[in-house]
């Protein structure tokens, strides 16, 4: 079945830089559009980035934009989003997912990203 | 690009029906057939539960049913159950490889 397994969390002070990883098993990796979403303590979901199969197209929320990228390697299953210049608004929950059409069937669990000096 | 606009509570008696509103605009869910449910236990991952408005995915029960009017999109509960409580969030393709969710309501089975 569907597996992804995000990894790469942790505490970082402000300003800082945290790569996050996603393993992907149970299907076709390479014709799967992905997605990073997040959630800060308390609040909502909210989408951050998400690219298509091939890794040639990608996309930011504003609230990321020329800080994160993201990024995908299908010879290992492997979806990145390399975060840089870390705010404390950023500290969430960040999750991988699967997205079909704009909606997201299959999640991993999560990994916590803590921005804080 | 703003937030769906969704209740922040909801509420129903086992076996009640119970219907969460998501409101956006004519650029999101008016736009597009594109709006989808998650349901979140606390401390859990999101689980689709609705996607293109309507659709169920395999193995969410058909007490669950989506539907759209104009900008607002709405998520129906039918024959609560102490289960459904939840989290629940919409969200909608906002056009231009743009994404929006709604705020999240609290469903509590009474």
């Known amino acids: 079945q569907v597996q992804l397994v995000e990894s790469g969390g942790g505490l970082v002070k402000p300003g800082g830089s945290l790569r996050l990883s996603c393993a992907a098993s149970?299907?076709?990796?390479?014709?799967?559009?992905m997605i990073w979403m997040r959630q800060a303590p308390g609040k909502g979901l909210e989408w951050v980035s998400f690219?298509?199969?091939?890794?040639?197209?990608?996309y930011y929320a504003d609230p990321v934009k020329g800080r994160f990228t993201i990024s995908r390697d299908n010879a290992e299953n492997s979806l990145y989003l390399q975060m840089n210049s870390l705010r404390a608004d950023d500290t969430a929950v960040y999750y991988c997912?699967?997205?079909?059409?704009?909606?997201?069937?299959?999640w991993g669990q999560g990994t916590l990203v803590t921005v804080s000096s | 690009q703003s937030a769906l606009t969704q209740p922040p509570s909801a509420s129903g008696s086992p076996g009640q029906s119970v219907t969460i509103s998501c409101t956006g605009t004519?650029?999101?869910?008016?736009?597009?057939?594109?709006v989808s449910w998650y349901q979140q236990y606390s401390d859990k991952a999101p689980k689709l539960m609705i996607y293109?408005?309507?659709k169920r995915p395999s193995g969410v029960p058909d007490r669950f049913s989506g539907s759209k009017s104009g900008n607002t999109a709405s998520l129906t509960v039918s024959g609560l159950q102490a289960e459904d409580e939840a989290d629940y969030y919409c969200?909608?393709?906002?056009?231009?490889?743009?994404?929006?969710f709604g705020g999240g309501t609290k469903l509590t089975v009474l």
């Open positions: 293109e408005v309507t």
């Open positions: 969200s909608s393709f906002a056009g231009s490889g743009n994404l929006v």
């Open positions: 004519s650029s999101d869910v008016g736009g597009y057939n594109y």
């Open positions: 149970g299907f076709s990796f390479i014709d799967q559009y």
């Open positions: 997912a699967t997205l079909h059409y704009y909606s997201s069937r299959d």
């Open positions: 690219i298509n199969g091939g890794g040639g197209a990608t």
